[in-house]
């Protein structure tokens, strides 16, 4: 199974980025073989009602997306949190994949969020993109779930060092161990096969 833990922060180093290291390696740990993270530092995304992205002519950034994304079994979102909601870059590039020449990345997925904030926020940008991801689903009319389970990574900067280490709480640890364990979880149960294989 394909792991892709996308880093949804336009900012260079930022903390979103540190948490999707983290996660990458309590994956590992918990024996996923197969993960890859994408960040959105170079993010080019047009926007909605000036320009459509052009599945045959896309930038770098955009085909590595798109790549990442389309063979992910389970996708992993790492979430800023801006006055309190999700970045406009992640809002705009979720709008501009859901037409019909990118519904397929909508399909046999298993989506999780992780809500990243410096001080004790995270939780609205997860239930937003919740919200989002799964009218996305529908509207496309495909067939894939988003995880009910969140993480909300609170004084991120505390918690984890520059390069996504942790620097030693047991209660942020274990609250990524248990979410990894779940997501891992569902995915397994939705495609029917053992999820770490």
């Not at 992640?90 to 410096?118: I, P, W, Y």
Request: glycine share 8%; net charge negative.
């Amino acid at each position: 199974m394909k792991v892709a833990v996308i880093s949804t922060s336009p900012r260079k180093n930022s903390n979103s980025l540190k948490v999707a290291n983290y996660i990458k390696d309590v994956l590992a740990e918990q024996g996923a073989k197969e993960v890859e993270v994408f960040s959105f530092e170079e993010v080019d995304i047009p926007m909605l009602g000036r320009a459509s992205l052009n599945k045959a002519n896309l930038t770098p950034f955009q085909k590595e997306l798109y790549t990442t994304w389309n063979e992910a079994d389970l996708i992993i979102f790492t979430l800023p949190e801006y006055n309190w909601t999700l970045s406009g870059e992640l809002v705009n590039t979720m709008h501009q994949l859901g037409s019909k020449d990118f519904a397929h990345l909508f399909d046999g997925k298993v989506f999780a969020m992780v809500g990243v904030s410096a001080g004790r926020g995270g939780r609205t940008p997860c239930l937003d993109m919740i919200t989002l991801t799964n009218k996305l689903i529908s509207f496309l009319n495909q067939y894939s779930i988003v995880s009910p389970k969140i993480f909300e990574s609170h004084d991120t900067g505390i918690n984890l060092d520059q390069d996504g280490r942790s620097t030693g709480n047991p209660v942020y640890e274990k609250g990524v161990k248990d979410f990894v364990d779940y997501t891992l979880k569902v995915a397994w149960k939705w495609h029917g096969e053992p999820c770490l294989a």
